[in-house]
Nanobody
Framework: QVQLVESGGGLVQTGGSLRLSCAASGRTFSSYAMGWFRQAPGKEREFVAAISGSGLTTYYANSVKGRFTISRDNAKNTGYLQMNSLKPEDTAVYYC???????????????WGQGTQVSVSS
């Protein structure tokens, strides 16, 4: 079992930056791939980024590639999403997710956080 708690959301202007954090419970955090998804009002939840348990492999949605960076600190049981050059279309609730399969994480992760709101004003 993994429990995930996000933090770091907020309101920022276009072009600004935010860093989201995802604190995980459990002593086997490094055995789980983790990722970020987002859901904008009236839209389906979409994949944003993923990172393997070791941190050596990352994967990004095309819409955020070059602007967002996913990372993790296994010693702190925490994952991060650094978001730069934010745009109004990045406005959404951002969810942290985890799974012991990197492939499954990107489509149907087994564990979810409660979400944190990110709002980008124009």
């Amino acid at each position: 079992q993994v429990q995930l708690v996000e933090s770091g959301g907020g309101l920022v202007q276009t072009g600004g930056s935010l860093r989201l954090s995802c604190a995980a419970s459990g002593r086997t955090f490094s055995s789980y791939a983790m990722g970020w998804f987002r859901q904008a009002p009236g839209k389906e939840r979409e994949f944003v980024a993923a990172i393997s348990g070791s941190g050596l492999t990352t994967y990004y949605a095309n819409s955020v590639k070059g602007r967002f960076t996913i990372s993790r600190d296994n010693a702190k049981n925490t994952g991060y999403l650094q978001m730069n050059s934010l745009k109004p279309e990045d406005t959404a609730v951002y969810y942290c997710a985890a799974d012991n399969s990197f492939q499954r994480l990107r489509s149907a992760p087994g564990y979810w956080g409660q979400g944190t709101q990110v709002s980008v004003s124009s």
